[in-house]
Nanobody
Framework: QVQLVESGGGLVQPGGSLRLSCKTS????????VAWFRQAPGQEREGVSC????????AYADSVKGRFAISRDIAKNIVYLQMNNLKPEDTGVYYC??????????????????WGQGTQVTVSS
C-alpha cells in the first residue's frame, strides 16, 4: 500500500527557509517519480518540483528556480523540498505525489495517482 506523509510546514517570515519532508512507504523510492505540488486558497494545485525515478533528474517551476531544491534519501524513503528565500506567494498547502513514471518526471497533477494529505506553509511577516 503506497503511503505518502508530508511534514515540515509552518509559519516563516519572508526571506526565511523551510525543509519539507515526504515520508514514503509501499514502494521502492528510486523506482518512482515523486513531485511536490502546492495549492493556495482559491487557486488550482500547481507543480513546484519533481524528481525522476532514474537519471532523468529533477525539474522546477520557474517561480521557484534558484530558491527550492528537491532531493531524496533512498535509504530513509524520504523526499525533501528545501525552500529558501521564501516569499508570501509561496504560501499554500504543499502536497507530495508519486507514481511509476518513465523518463522525465512531469509536474501535472493528472500524472500522479498517489498523494499525501499536505502540509501548510505560510510566509508572512
Amino acid at each position: 500500500q503506497v503511503q505518502l506523509v508530508e511534514s515540515g510546514g509552518g509559519l516563516v517570515q519572508p526571506g526565511g527557509s523551510l525543509r519539507l519532508s515526504c515520508k514514503t512507504s509501499g514502494f521502492t523510492l528510486d523506482y518512482y517519480a515523486v513531485a511536490w505540488f502546492r495549492q493556495a486558497p482559491g487557486q488550482e494545485r500547481e507543480g513546484v518540483s519533481c524528481i525522476s525515478k532514474t537519471d532523468w533528474g529533477a525539474a522546477y517551476a520557474d517561480s521557484v528556480k534558484g530558491r527550492f531544491a528537491i532531493s531524496r534519501d533512498i535509504a530513509k524513503n524520504i523526499v525533501y523540498l528545501q525552500m529558501n528565500n521564501l516569499k508570501p506567494e509561496d504560501t499554500g498547502v504543499y502536497y507530495c505525489a508519486a507514481d511509476d513514471i518513465e523518463f522525465r518526471c512531469p509536474m501535472a497533477t493528472i500524472s500522479y495517482d498517489y498523494w499525501g494529505q499536505g502540509t501548510q506553509v505560510t510566509v508572512s511577516s
